[in-house]
């Protein structure tokens, strides 16, 4: 099992937040994030969607942290003024990741984590479409069986199986998309 930190930012759509959780449910990795990355999720989402309330998100927050019990990362702090990142925003992200020794950045934003950056610590970022390609290499089977999981999950409201697949196309994985079209009746 890897560890991999989950950036805010895939952390803010619902849809996608949801799918990278039932992806960690397989136990094929074990997600952290830290209570400022809880914080910027939270704070970028209701700057863009004024009719969420913020104690929905609080509850799904604490979910997150209950459900993963050992995801809430502490004790980095340490790190971050040493860390050198294009955005200095960034480096309390790369300091979980440096603290839980985690493989994987799990971000959208790629040209904040240089590759001479992370390297000697050990870590990759990667988008969540090459982060869920990699999984589907070591197990496709319980990637399809999470991402099965998750759809079947969705009751407000429910989607199709290609429905789903435009979410997922949609949010940035095409990737991953075209290989579960392949596997569509198990979905």
């Known amino acids: 099992m890897s560890d991999v930190v989950y950036d805010a930012c895939v952390l803010h759509a619902g849809s ?4 990278l959780l039932h992806i960690a449910a397989t136990e094929l990795v074990c997600p952290h994030w830290s209570d400022e990355i809880h914080e910027e999720w939270i704070d970028s989402l209701l700057r863009r969607r004024p009719d969420v309330q913020r104690e929905s998100l609080e509850r799904t927050r604490r979910r ?24 200095a925003k960034d480096r309390h992200v790369l300091a979980v990741a440096i ?19 992370l390297q000697p610590y050990g870590i990759e970022a990667l988008s969540p479409d090459a982060f869920v390609w990699r999984l589907i ?3 496709p089977k319980r990637i399809i069986q999470a991402v099965k999981n998750h759809r ?12 789903y697949l435009a979410t997922l196309e949609k949010q940035g994985l095409p990737r991953t998309a075209a290989f579960l079209r392949e596997h569509r009746e198990e979905i």
């Open 16 to 19: 996608l937040r949801d799918l």
């Open 137 to 139: 290499q070591i197990d």
């Open 152 to 163: 079947l999950s969705l009751t407000r409201p429910t989607k199709t199986v290609d429905e």
């Open 99 to 117: 603290h839980v020794k985690a493989k994987y950045i799990v971000t959208f934003n790629l040209d904040d984590f240089p590759n001479d950056a």
């Open 64 to 87: 997150m942290d209950v459900e993963f019990n050992n995801s809430l990362t502490q004790g980095y702090d340490g790190l971050i003024p040493t860390l050198t990142l294009p955005d």
